[in-house]
């Protein structure tokens, strides 16, 4: 597995967990200077805190840059399998979609090395894993939670999780929840998605009381067919071992 695949995860996760601990003051200034370039400036804000290169928002500048992961020690050929995509609606409906991604089988482990340079100023090992540990808890009571479990789901336990792969969905990949009360959050992502999937009713996510509307499943096939289990795609638990 690349290991810049679980670095775009940590950097969803940690700009969370800023955007969450900022005060009503900072969320307000971090709303006008969203209307330029939402995502890119807010990261620009919280995260370029380096002073390496002249533009602020060049990438060295970056205290994720003082971060590196490894790709993943190897995988054994059985840890992979192909598991259809299924879109899951608030009351539990399944949409099965004829579209197949690789995936790795539940339960796999898969071990990364994380180096952290003395750059990266508060983004130690401790701050880091309290991030990943904040972030189960909101995204399960923020997102996950206001969807019912479709029938013979697995009910997923988010302490110490993130969201992890492209067919993981919005909450992922996107820091639009974070820092904004709920409210104001469901009518901007409402919007938002309205706009970029017009054919998919995004109009109605706010009396839904959820956007975007559908969670991310699939169901695994045990080899041999001995069983199946559906469960939400890209939740993977974390844990940290430092080493000297």
Do not use: W
Request: glycine share 10%; net charge positive; hydrophobic share 35%.
């Amino acid at each position: 597995m690349p290991g810049s695949s679980l670095k775009g995860a940590l950097r969803t996760v940690i700009l969370t967990k800023m955007l969450r601990d900022a005060g009503r003051e900072e969320f307000l200034d971090n709303e006008r200077i969203a209307k330029k370039n939402p995502a890119a400036q807010i990261e620009i804000k919280h995260l370029h805190t380096l002073d390496r290169a002249g533009e602020k928002a060049n990438a060295l500048n970056s205290v994720m840059s003082a971060l590196s992961i490894s790709d993943s020690a190897p995988l054994a050929q059985p840890s992979l399998t192909l598991c259809r995509k299924i879109d899951v609606s608030k009351g539990g409906y399944e949409g099965r979609l004829n579209i197949a991604r690789e995936c790795l089988c539940p339960g796999t482990e898969a071990e990364f090395i994380l180096t952290l340079k003395p750059e990266s100023g508060k983004i130690d090992a401790g701050y880091i894993k309290k991030a990943v540990e904040e972030f189960g808890g909101y995204y399960s009571r923020t997102y996950a939670d206001k969807f019912s479990l479709p029938q013979g789901a697995v009910k997923e336990d988010f302490s110490n999780c993130i969201l992890l792969g492209g067919g993981c969905g919005y909450f992922g990949k996107n820091i639009l929840y974070p820092g904004r009360d709920y409210e104001s959050a469901l009518r901007l992502a409402a919007a938002l998605m309205a706009k970029k999937y017009a054919k998919h009713k995004h109009e109605g996510d706010v009396e839904t009381g959820v956007s975007p509307h559908t969670l991310k499943y699939t169901e695994y096939i045990e080899p041999n067919g001995r069983g199946s289990v559906k469960c939400q795609m890209g939740i993977c638990r974390v844990d940290i071992e430092e080493r000297a």
